[in-house]
């Protein structure tokens, strides 16, 4: 094999190698979650789009009380989700959170049920 080819081979294949870490790391951290908003967050963020209800204060304060209930974001299907199970129920206005289809009382005000509504304007049946 001549000098050329050696020198082509060896500088094609550093140039695979690069490509390859790059791709190799480019997926590693395309797959970290994001920490922005709650941070709690093990759903996937926008699925519901519930970042405008992260943002505001009623909101803030409506999820706060339902975690100290124990509701846990992505446990819906244990009848236990932070958002459908608990969150939702209280802001759209279609019942109220349960548990094991049993109503369970969360300590929120009106007036944070308004604004949590007025965020989430776009999400209202």
């Given at each position: 094999?001549?000098?050329?080819?050696?020198?082509?081979?060896v500088v094609l294949g550093a140039c695979l190698g690069?490509?390859?870490?790059?791709?190799?790391?480019?997926?590693?951290?395309?797959?970290?979650?994001?920490?922005r908003g709650m941070g709690q967050q093990t759903q996937?963020?926008?699925?519901?789009?519930?970042?405008?209800?992260?943002?505001?204060?009623?909101?803030?304060?409506?999820?706060?009380?339902?975690?100290?209930?124990?509701?846990?974001?992505?446990?819906?299907?244990?009848?236990?989700?932070?958002?459908?199970?608990?969150?939702d129920p209280i802001v759209k206005g279609n019942g109220?959170?349960?548990?094991?289809?049993?109503?369970?009382?969360?300590?929120?005000?009106?007036?944070?049920?308004?604004?949590?509504?007025?965020?989430?304007?776009?999400?209202?049946?």
């Open positions: 094999m001549g000098k050329l080819t050696t020198n082509r081979v690069l490509i390859m870490l790059v791709a190799n790391a480019t997926a590693q951290t395309g797959a970290i979650p994001s920490t996937p963020k926008g699925g519901p789009n519930h970042t405008a209800a992260e943002r505001n204060s009623g909101c803030q304060r409506i999820i706060a009380e339902c975690k100290k209930l124990g509701f846990i974001p992505g446990q819906w299907k244990q009848d236990n989700g932070l958002w459908k199970d608990c969150f109220g959170a349960t548990r094991d289809g049993k109503p369970i009382s969360v300590p929120v005000s009106s007036s944070d049920i308004q604004s949590c509504r007025a965020s989430e304007g776009h999400h209202m049946r």
